[in-house]
């Protein structure tokens, strides 16, 4: 496939970064993955406003305004072929010429960025639906997870927890028991008809699927939602439980460390939350 790197859109396998490159020595970077579906981006204007809010809040000066980056991702798509790609971007702080943990002065962020091929956009369809499995752990990851970090090992610990154990995603919990998220996703529970997702702060990612989620809910169906914090309890007796993320869109979990969700079957609200993001996915 082609990627671009620094002003150069090459094959893939010629791309070519340095060893001293802070993203690869200190996971000094930011990152998004933005998905499209025949050359339509999904989310694009929060995607980009959060890539930017993230660079700003490591202190990584690096310019590009909408217009810059809705180009790349378009050139990406064309000549990968308009297909139903994700478009992963990412910025690291440079290649310095030593390793040294102060930022440094003049040197120029790295701009890295490739697509990937993904399935279909996901259907609101009981039957084709996966019904996800999940592992749940406690999240031992830093206290600043509000910012999309290349730096993953946390989020890649927990989510090969649940994966060793045979499931689909892990989700986590904090010292007071209390839900974060999932290691790639965000998270939230159905009780009594009421949509409830833990509020946004430096414990979990501000994922766009999430904030387009409850958008949609809001505006376009009678579903009650809560932003407040859910505890492990809650999610135990949880009717319904729901990750959500970029390729995923609103995914229905089943079995939590293999305790059936509610009936173990798929929900009723998920079909109603996912058939409403269908119809309004490419308005972000
Ligand atoms: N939380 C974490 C830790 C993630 O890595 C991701 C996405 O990769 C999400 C949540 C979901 O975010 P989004 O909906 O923007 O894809």
């Known amino acids: 496939s082609i990627c671009y790197l620094n002003g150069e859109y090459l094959p893939l396998?010629?791309?070519?970064?340095?060893?001293?490159?802070?993203?690869f020595l200190f996971g000094d970077g930011i990152y998004e993955v933005i998905p499209s579906y025949g050359g339509k981006l999904v989310?694009?204007?929060?995607?980009?406003?959060?890539?930017?809010?993230?660079?700003?809040?490591?202190?990584?000066?690096?310019?590009?305004?909408?217009?810059?980056?809705?180009?790349?991702?378009?050139?990406?798509?064309?000549?990968?072929?308009?297909?139903?790609?994700?478009?992963?971007?990412?910025?690291?702080?440079?290649?310095?010429?030593?390793?040294?943990?102060?930022?440094?002065?003049?040197?120029?962020?790295?701009?890295?960025?490739?697509?990937?091929?993904?399935?279909?956009?996901?259907?609101?369809?009981?039957?084709?639906a996966k019904g996800y499995k999940v592992s749940s752990t406690e999240d031992l990851r830093w206290r600043r997870c509000h910012i999309k970090s290349t730096a993953l090992l946390g989020n890649v610990m927990h989510f090969q927890k649940g994966y060793a154990e045979g499931n689909n995603e892990t989700i986590l919990y904090n010292a007071n028991n209390e839900l974060t998220e999932a290691s790639a996703c965000n998270a939230f529970?159905?009780?009594?008809?009421?949509?409830?997702?833990?509020?946004?702060?430096?414990?979990?990612?501000?994922?766009?699927?999430?904030?387009?989620?409850?958008?949609?809910?809001?505006?376009?169906?009678?579903?009650?939602?809560?932003?407040?914090?859910?505890?492990m309890k809650e999610v135990a007796a949880a009717d319904e439980v729901w990750i959500t993320s970029s390729s995923k869109e609103v995914a229905p979990v089943i079995s939590v460390d293999g305790k059936a969700v509610g009936t173990g079957q798929i929900g009723d609200v998920w079909l109603k939350a996912q058939k409403a993001f269908e119809a309004h996915r490419y308005d972000y």
């Open 13 to 23: 396998d010629q791309a070519r970064i340095s060893p001293l490159d802070r993203g």
């Open 189 to 231: 529970i159905v009780k009594n008809g009421v949509v409830i997702t833990p509020p946004l702060d430096t414990q979990i990612l501000p994922g766009i699927t999430r904030l387009m989620l409850l958008d949609i809910l809001r505006k376009y169906t009678d579903i009650k939602v809560e932003e407040r914090v859910v505890t």
């Open 43 to 128: 989310g694009f204007g929060p995607h980009i406003d959060r890539m930017q809010e993230g660079m700003a809040l490591i202190e990584i000066g690096f310019d590009w305004d909408h217009a810059q980056w809705k180009d790349l991702c378009q050139q990406l798509m064309a000549k990968n072929g308009n297909g139903n790609l994700g478009i992963y971007l990412h910025v690291s702080r440079g290649a310095d010429t030593k390793r040294y943990h102060a930022y440094p002065e003049g040197v120029e962020p790295t701009l890295f960025a490739f697509t990937f091929e993904i399935a279909q956009p996901p259907v609101a369809d009981k039957s084709k």
